[in-house]
């Protein structure tokens, strides 16, 4: 595994080591928990998922974080690999130099373990200290790697009696689906709590993921009338994970593309961000309309803006 950044260029600049002293530490000095007051901090760093349909600028989302000023780290567990071809071909050349992407993430056991302890396989992680840790293609993360690596386990069982799709993990069974359900949410879990362990810097994660596939809608009172297809608005996440794992976001975004009556090649990227037609979306108490368009700058401005005035009255409170 290495990690490139996209003009081949790396801070040679190490950044100054701080330590949080802002937290009153209740428990004892040799005990890892801790308590503080809810004004005390204020984590600036947010949770976001964002979700859609193939082509609707799920990762075209990394221009506006560029854009923005964010050091932006990136990895992908698409099956095509990278998927920042997009990003290559719009952004200028100087918001390249603040994009960064992990190469060789293509097994369950190495992505889980870079999500775990990333300084262990990239050392200089905490030197490049991204202000966004971009994982591309949750999705994928669980039908491809997760449930390849289950039917790996069930091989090294040695079972005779179960199938050749089964052991490869094509095709799982009512038993394997704890397997999936835990896999997923661990894997999840230690992407959000990725870190910079040596300053105690917490950093943004951004995460898509597939929309599901359109349910196909029967007219029972005419059989012989063309399908139509209902879009389910919501996650391609195999099993009971999606409930679990949405509760570790603190805002998830749809992303849809609208096209024009009269000009059916104008198409206009959106994010939409209320709970609507069955869509699954969340705020926690960032105040965003119903509907943004596609610049994520916009976005991370309304996000950041609002974090930032919540940080200024709190500190107003305490003078």
Not at 80 to 86: A, D, E, F, K
Not at 128 to 144: A, K, N
Not at 172 to 198: A, P
Not at 227 to 247: C, D, Q, V
Request: glycine residues 8%.
């Amino acid at each position: 595994m290495n990690l490139s950044n996209l003009t081949n260029q790396t801070s040679k600049s190490k950044p100054a080591v701080t330590t949080r002293t802002d937290s009153k530490l209740l428990s004892a000095p040799v005990s890892p928990l801790r308590i503080r007051r809810a004004d005390e901090v204020f984590d600036e760093a947010v949770k976001i998922l964002i979700y859609g349909d193939t082509g609707t600028g799920k990762t075209r989302s990394i221009l506006g974080l560029l854009s923005e000023g964010l050091k932006v780290l990136y990895f992908s567990t698409e099956i095509g690999g990278t998927g920042l071809m997009t990003v290559r071909l719009e952004a200028p050349a100087e918001h390249l130099e603040r994009l960064y992407e992990v190469e060789g993430l293509r097994d369950y056991r190495v992505i889980t373990e870079f999500m775990r302890d990333p300084g262990k396989l990239l050392p200089d992680i905490y030197e490049i200290d991204p202000d966004v840790v971009f994982w591309d293609g949750l999705t994928e993360g669980q039908l491809v790697h997760l449930e390849e690596y289950i039917g790996e386990q069930i091989h090294l069982k040695n079972e005779r009696e179960e199938s050749d799709a089964r052991r490869s993990g094509l095709q799982l069974e009512q038993r394997d689906w704890s397997m999936v359900l835990n896999g997923t949410v661990r894997m999840v879990k230690d992407y959000l709590y990725m870190h910079n362990t040596q300053t105690g810097r917490a950093w943004t994660k951004i995460a898509t993921c597939k929309e599901a596939e359109k349910e196909r809608v029967e007219d029972p009172a005419n059989s012989d009338a063309k399908p139509k297809y209902k879009a389910k608005n919501t996650m391609l996440i195999h099993g009971g994970a999606k409930k679990l794992i949405e509760g570790g976001f603190d805002l998830i975004l749809r992303t849809r593309v609208k096209s024009s009556p009269t000009k059916p090649d104008d198409r206009e990227f959106l994010y939409c961000t209320a709970p609507r037609d069955n869509q699954t979306a969340k705020s926690r108490g960032i105040a965003l309309p119903p509907e943004m368009p596609g610049d994520f700058s916009v976005v991370w401005q309304t996000i950041s803006g609002a974090l930032k005035t919540k940080k200024r009255s709190r500190v107003k409170e305490t003078q």
